[in-house]
């Protein structure tokens, strides 16, 4: 029979948390999942296409990472239900890819004794070889196939053709499936065959890396540590400012130029008015925030590889768990600052129920990249930039402060939550400290090349379609004449009688509509607004930043910022909240206390500062 | 002794991991990370705040465990060394 007619094997990887599953699935199929070096990276079960040199295809399955088949997360039972093959809609696969960290063998090899106990045709991959032969790790693979009783491979997940051993032997496999040749049977002491297979093939030097205790001894270090973590997290704001400036002044003035440009050449009218006042002017304003967004995603993937979150998670614990989270819930929210979506999913990650609810209700408070062009338009317009106490960016020190003021209100947030359960019980942190590896410079390349194009695709997509329609509430009945009477101006200041008492005039309530789908388009709005407001052509060809900072007060500038803080209004996050618990009555509990939060502090800061005279 | 009552950077042997209640999986998940009868630990580094967590290396791997999941964790008496 022809091999290519075969119905495809079905493949599926599996190991302990962070052995270099995806990053070998990214390999064999070519796909580019998340890679980062910590555990719990893969939530969810994901499907590639491996095409083996002898033309048979396979179809090859990423799965979360586990301890043991005894789930204690969801991540973890996601993989035992595809395994054991009682995931929802899926046949078990046909053979285990076991992947087995080299350096931590004494763990991993009591997970793929487990596995091999399934009774399923499998493959044991020894990663990180490369890892494993810096720190002089020696491990006598033919001696471990013989003792396993089933075929053994060495891989390198991260270098090009490191998996191609591997896919010899699946091809090889593939011929004639047949079970492990040897197993242990019901009850047997795990421990002790792990121990006599590692007494007989592997030789280590010492137990852990050098340079990871090196490294823990400062990193870890209960005063210098935290200074270590405070120090790097503000770096990342200051950068976040200082270095996207000349960046951002080139975008705004391609902009510029090109808005007068296409404004000169066509005649006046709708055309003219939908290119330059609605797409150049809508999503020129959003497009200028890429470097920040692309600064921020630099930093946050480099620290995701470093290896550094899990050591923040652990300093960090003992604050988050007295305010009803736990070290655990960390990364999740770190994750959050580039988008909650995946924040609330990389939850599932976290063992306690009651840990993970609190942290998927409190993540839409971490201020997500969506939300940093709103930051920026305003810092920008009403902060003026200054060198404050010789280094710091005042600006940067504005954002900064802005993000730490969604952290405080997400501890405050989950505190009340806490008091509120009244629990009592035991919260489990169990949580592993990987080895730190060097971020390689063309993965962050690759990664930021990703967020780019996300972002553009955002960009040429939602937020085009949304400026257009936008552009047509505002243009029309009228064409133009005036906004205010327009659609849009119209359903603006209807609105504007709820939020005046925070300081939010009728353009902003207008773009706090599109801003629902997403975030990024209150920006575009004000934009797109402000471009139509202003009939004399030059001053629509101008940023936006000027505009409103001659057209608000400073109090509704603060009260939007504050607004934003907390802004409830992203229907993917509420959608996401909704599949995660899969509860409406969460859902609606997490719109309702942000808006709520929102609200009332964007009128306590309006009020107050209307009371200090920057009304 | 038990693991959370071990001082920084002195070896200990794991005697047996005890279940608070029944079906404790906590208990459960410590015997699967490897803490057995038999096994070196050590406690690396301790947390900024009220010395919680603790680091603990157990065969090739660190873990962070709060002191509530560390006192689960019987040591051999004497085996100091
Ligand atoms: N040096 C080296 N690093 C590797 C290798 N394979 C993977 N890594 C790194 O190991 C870390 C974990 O890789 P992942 O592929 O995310 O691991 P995973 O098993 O999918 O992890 P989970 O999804 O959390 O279970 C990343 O930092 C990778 O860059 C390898 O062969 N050599
Ligand atoms: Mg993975």
């Given at each position: 029979?022809?091999a290519e007619?075969?119905?495809?094997?079905?493949?599926a990887?599996?190991?302990?948390?962070?052995?270099?599953?995806?990053?070998?699935?990214?390999?064999?199929t070519?796909?580019?999942?998340?890679?980062?070096?910590?555990?719990?990276?893969?939530?969810?079960r994901?499907?590639?296409?491996?095409?083996?040199?002898?033309?048979?295809?396979?179809?090859?399955?990423?799965?979360?990472?586990?301890?043991?088949?005894?789930?204690?997360?969801?991540?973890?039972?996601?993989?035992?239900?595809?395994?054991?093959?009682c995931?929802?809609?899926?046949?078990?696969?046909?053979?285990?890819?076991?992947?087995?960290d080299?350096?931590?063998?004494?763990?991993?090899?009591?997970?793929?004794?487990?596995?091999?106990?399934?009774?399923?045709?499998?493959?044991?991959?020894?990663?990180?070889?490369?890892?494993?032969?810096?720190?002089g790790?020696?491990?006598d693979?033919?001696e471990?196939?013989?003792?396993?009783?089933?075929?053994v491979?060495?891989?390198?997940?991260?270098?090009?053709?490191?998996?191609?051993?591997?896919?010899e032997?699946?091809?090889?496999?593939?011929?004639?499936?047949?079970?492990?040749?040897?197993?242990?049977?019901?009850?047997?002491?795990?421990?002790?065959?792990?121990?006599?297979?590692?007494?007989?093939t592997v030789?280590?030097?010492?137990?852990?890396?050098?340079?990871?205790?090196?490294?823990?001894?400062?990193?870890?270090h209960?005063?210098?540590?935290?200074?270590?973590?405070?120090?790097?997290?503000?770096?990342?704001?200051?950068?976040?400012?200082?270095?996207?400036?000349?960046?951002?002044d080139?975008?705004?003035?391609?902009t510029?130029?090109?808005?007068?440009?296409?404004?000169?050449?066509?005649?006046?009218?709708?055309?003219?008015?939908?290119?330059?006042?609605?797409?150049?002017?809508?999503?020129?304003g959003?497009?200028?925030?890429?470097?920040?967004?692309?600064?921020?995603?630099?930093?946050?993937?480099?620290?995701?590889?470093?290896?550094?979150?899990?050591?923040?998670?652990?300093?960090?614990?003992r604050?988050?768990?007295?305010?009803?989270?736990?070290?655990?819930?960390?990364?999740?929210?770190?994750?959050?600052?580039?988008?909650?979506?995946?924040?609330?999913?990389?939850?599932?990650?976290?063992?306690?129920?009651?840990?993970?609810?609190a942290?998927?209700?409190?993540?839409?408070?971490?201020?997500?990249?969506?939300?940093?062009?709103?930051?920026?338009?305003?810092?920008?317009?009403?902060?003026?930039?200054k060198?404050?106490?010789?280094?710091?960016?005042?600006?940067g020190?504005?954002?900064?402060?802005?993000?730490?003021?969604?952290?405080?209100?997400?501890?405050?947030?989950?505190?009340?939550?806490?008091?509120?359960?009244?629990?009592?019980?035991?919260?489990?942190?169990?949580?592993?400290?990987?080895?730190?590896?060097?971020p390689?410079?063309?993965?962050?390349?690759?990664?930021?090349?990703?967020?780019?194009?996300?972002?553009?695709?955002?960009?040429?997509?939602?937020?085009?379609?949304?400026t257009?329609?936008?552009?047509v509430?505002?243009?029309?009945p009228?064409?133009?004449?005036?906004?205010?009477q327009?659609?849009?101006?119209?359903?603006?200041?209807?609105l504007?009688?709820?939020?005046?008492?925070?300081?939010?005039?009728?353009?902003?309530?207008?773009?706090?509509?599109?801003?629902?789908?997403?975030?990024?388009?209150?920006?575009?709005?004000?934009?797109?607004?402000?471009?139509?407001?202003?009939?004399?052509?030059t001053?629509?060809?101008?940023?936006?930043?000027?505009?409103?900072?001659?057209?608000?007060s400073?109090?509704?500038?603060?009260?939007?910022?504050?607004?934003?803080?907390?802004?409830?209004?992203?229907?993917?996050?509420?959608?996401?909240?909704?599949?995660?618990?899969?509860?409406?009555?969460?859902?609606?509990?997490?719109?309702?206390y942000?808006?709520?939060?929102?609200?009332?502090?964007?009128?306590?800061?309006?009020?107050v500062?209307?009371?200090l005279?920057?009304g | 002794?038990?693991?959370?009552?071990?001082?920084?950077?002195?070896?200990?042997?794991v005697?047996?991991?005890?279940?608070?209640?029944?079906?404790?999986?906590?208990?459960?998940?410590?015997?699967?990370?490897?803490?057995?009868?038999g096994e070196?630990?050590?406690?690396?580094?301790?947390?900024p705040?009220?010395?919680e967590?603790i680091?603990?290396?157990?065969?090739?791997?660190?873990?962070?465990?709060?002191?509530?999941?560390?006192?689960?964790?019987?040591?051999?008496?004497g085996?100091?060394?």
């Open positions: 029979m022809n007619t075969l119905a495809p094997l079905r493949l990887l599996v190991g302990n948390p962070n052995c270099g599953k995806t990053a070998l699935f990214n390999q064999l070519g796909s580019r999942q998340k890679v980062a070096n910590y555990a719990g990276v893969t939530v969810e994901k499907e590639g296409r491996l095409r083996g040199p002898s033309g048979r295809s396979y179809a090859v399955l990423d799965l979360p990472g586990a301890y043991s088949l005894n789930a204690a997360s969801l991540d973890e039972a996601v993989a035992r239900d595809v395994i054991r093959g995931y929802p809609g899926e046949a078990a696969p046909d053979a285990l890819v076991c992947v087995m080299a350096t931590n063998l004494r763990l991993h090899l009591r997970f793929a004794l487990e596995l091999r106990e399934l009774g399923k045709p499998m493959i044991v991959a020894v990663n990180m070889m490369d890892a494993a032969r810096r720190r790790i020696g491990i693979l033919v471990l196939e013989r003792l396993l009783g089933v075929p491979v060495e891989t390198v997940a991260v270098r090009r053709h490191g998996a191609r051993a591997l896919v032997r699946i091809e090889r496999m593939a011929e004639a499936l047949h079970a492990p040749t040897q197993r242990l049977g019901k009850g047997a002491d795990l421990h002790a065959e792990t121990r006599r297979l590692l007494a007989a030789r280590m030097p010492a137990r852990t890396a050098r340079i990871d205790d090196a490294l823990d001894r400062w990193l870890l209960p005063l210098f540590g935290l200074l270590a973590l405070a120090m790097v997290m503000f770096l990342i704001f200051q950068a976040v400012y200082a270095w996207a400036t000349p960046l951002m080139l975008i705004d003035a391609g510029a130029w090109l808005g007068e440009t296409v404004g000169a050449v066509l005649p006046e009218g709708p055309l003219s008015s939908l290119l330059v006042d609605g797409i150049i002017a809508g999503v020129g959003v497009i200028v925030f890429l470097p920040q967004i692309l600064i921020l995603f630099a930093f946050i993937l480099a620290l995701e590889e470093s290896g550094y979150l899990p050591r923040a998670a652990f300093l960090l614990d604050m988050m768990a007295s305010a009803g989270l736990s070290g655990r819930s960390f990364i999740p929210l770190l994750s959050s600052f580039a988008c909650a979506i995946p924040g609330i999913m990389a939850t599932r990650s976290i063992q306690d129920p009651r840990d993970r609810l942290t998927i209700l409190v993540a839409p408070l971490m201020t997500c990249s969506a939300r940093l062009p709103v930051y920026a338009l305003l810092i920008g317009a009403f902060i003026p930039q060198t404050v106490w010789g280094v710091f960016n005042r600006q020190l504005v954002l900064f402060g802005l993000y730490a003021a969604g952290v405080a209100s997400a501890l405050l947030v989950s505190w009340v939550m806490k008091q509120w359960r009244r629990d009592k019980g035991e919260h489990a942190l169990l949580l592993e400290l990987p080895s730190y590896r060097v390689h410079a063309r993965d962050l390349l690759i990664g930021l090349w990703e967020r780019a194009m996300i972002f553009l695709k955002r960009v040429g997509g939602i937020i085009l379609a949304l257009v329609l936008l552009w509430l505002l243009y029309f009228n064409g133009g004449a005036d906004v205010t327009s659609l849009a101006g119209r359903i603006g200041q209807a504007s009688v709820v939020f005046a008492p925070v300081g939010f005039n009728w353009q902003i309530c207008i773009a706090l509509i599109p801003g629902l789908a997403a975030r990024e388009v209150a920006v575009s709005s004000l934009a797109t607004v402000y471009a139509l407001s202003t009939a004399d052509d001053a629509a060809a101008q940023a936006l930043a000027p505009l409103i900072n001659d057209g608000w400073l109090a509704t500038a603060l009260s939007l910022l504050v607004w934003y803080i907390y802004a409830p209004m992203c229907i993917s996050t509420l959608a996401t909240i909704k599949r995660e618990t899969n509860s409406w009555k969460q859902m609606a509990g997490a719109t309702g942000l808006f709520a939060l929102a609200y009332a502090a964007a009128f306590a800061t309006y009020q500062a209307v009371l005279g920057a | 002794m038990r693991l959370a009552e071990l001082p920084r950077r002195v070896p200990g042997i005697a047996s991991v005890e279940d608070q209640g029944p079906n404790d999986s906590i208990a459960r998940r410590l015997r699967e990370l490897g803490f057995v009868a070196q630990v050590e406690v690396v580094a301790v947390g705040m009220g010395s967590p680091l603990v290396q157990v065969g090739f791997t660190r873990f962070a465990l709060r002191r509530a999941e560390a006192a689960r964790v019987r040591l051999l008496d085996a100091g060394a």
